[in-house]
């Protein structure tokens, strides 16, 4: 158990529809970082968060958003969404250190349909 | 900028045989390196990090790596493969950007099969 816990666990909506994704880090980590992974493009970096600010983006579509809440919990809502959406989407928390390691979720898997 | 790159897309061995799994990187300073294992429908699982300690690094499972800074190589190997190692690892560089932003490049993955 990494210590990081996503919600739901599996997902299934419609295309044009809108889904919140829950991740709760580990306790006392302030970064949390969002990935997509799927099956033609691998793992791909989407956000990054800490202590409630945004810090690195990668490749995250405009119809993506994400925010940091205070208790440190963060959410990934993605609209008006796409078969191409499809995908593992995990979260990961870290200490912020020269040397801190990524601890991940065991994942969200959003299919639309 | 860090890159990484995995050699071999897939990689077969027979259980009990050894395990070497490719990683290079691409880094303008010292920078710290992880092999991440990741099994079927799971999430991601640190196997072991090199942070500009000891070059030779033990990771849980019996396996370990050596970092090579003339050779810019990271590889993962183990002595005698298991069924339970069967697979996707990824080789993951660490970068810092400013202002706390943090990027993890990860490599494209090597997928482990374990013949019986």
């Known amino acids: 158990d990494s210590g990081v816990t996503q919600t739901p666990k599996h997902l299934i909506t419609a295309t044009g529809q809108r889904v919140t994704l829950r991740c709760s880090p580990r306790s006392g980590d302030l970064s949390v970082y969002w990935y997509q992974q799927s099956l033609d493009q691998g793992l791909q970096f989407l956000i990054q968060y800490y202590n409630g600010e945004e810090r690195a983006k990668g490749n995250i579509l405009e119809r993506f958003s994400a925010q940091q809440f205070p208790d440190l919990h963060s959410e990934l809502n993605l609209s008006s969404l796409e078969l191409g959406d499809s995908a593992l989407y995990f979260c990961?928390?870290?200490?912020?250190?020269?040397?801190?390691?990524?601890?991940f979720g065991e994942g969200s898997r959003l299919t639309v349909l | 900028a860090q890159s990484v790159t995995q050699l071999d897309s897939h990689v077969s061995v027979s259980e009990g045989t050894p395990v070497l799994l490719r990683c290079n990187y691409s880094?303008?300073?010292?920078?710290?390196l992880f092999w991440y294992v990741q099994h079927p429908n799971k999430g991601l699982q640190l196997l072991l990090k090199?942070?500009?300690?000891?070059?030779l690094v033990k990771g849980i499972n019996g396996f370990e790596a050596e970092f090579k800074k003339s050779e810019t190589s990271f590889h993962l190997t183990k002595p005698s493969a298991h069924m339970s190692d069967a697979a996707e690892y990824f080789c993951?560089?660490?970068?810092?950007?400013?202002?706390?932003?943090?990027?993890?490049?990860f490599g494209p993955g090597t997928r482990l099969s374990v013949l019986p």
């Open positions: 880094s303008s300073y010292s920078p710290s």
């Open positions: 993951v560089v660490k970068g810092e950007t400013d202002n706390y932003g943090q990027n993890f490049v």
């Open positions: 990961a928390s870290s200490i912020t250190t020269n040397t801190g390691e990524l601890f």
């Open positions: 090199y942070t500009s300690a000891a070059t």
